[in-house]
Nanobody
Framework: QVQLLESGGGLVQTGGSLRLACEVF????????MGWFRQAPGKEREFVAA????????YYTDDVKGRFTISRDAAKDRGYLQMNSLKPDDTAVYYC???????????????????WGQGTQVTVSS
């Protein structure tokens, strides 16, 4: 059974930085990608970033390009989301997710990912 555990959330001022980590337990060789989504109160869960498990391709939503960096350490079964220049609009619960099926163009849809962590709160104060 695959389990994901996020850490690193917290309270930060505008312009600050946070680094989220995602530890994977029970990962299988069929893993194709790791991603991060976020959900603000009253809003739908939205795509933030994704990286192919092979490391070949990385994807970001436009809002975080140039500010966030996704990475993964395949040897340690861990992933990271470095978040810089944070803004109040970045406030949300951030979820780590893992895909074990074919990685296709619908990666930005939450329903296309199979495993999810419990989420970690990120709050950016103005």
């Amino acid at each position: 059974q695959v389990q994901l555990l996020e850490s690193g959330g917290g309270l930060v001022q505008t312009g600050g930085s946070l680094r989220l980590a995602c530890e994977v337990f029970g990962r299988t060789f069929s893993t194709t990608a790791m991603g991060w989504f976020r959900q603000a109160p009253g809003k739908e869960r939205e795509f933030v970033a994704a990286v192919r498990w092979s490391g070949d391709n990385i994807y970001y939503t436009d809002d975080v390009k140039g500010r966030f960096t996704i990475s993964r350490d395949a040897a340690k079964d861990r992933g990271y989301l470095q978040m810089n220049s944070l803004k109040p609009d970045d406030t949300a619960v951030y979820y780590c997710t893992l895909k074990v099926t074919y990685f296709s163009s619908n990666y930005y849809l939450a329903g296309s990912w199979e495993y999810w962590g419990q989420g970690t709160q990120v709050t950016v104060s103005s």
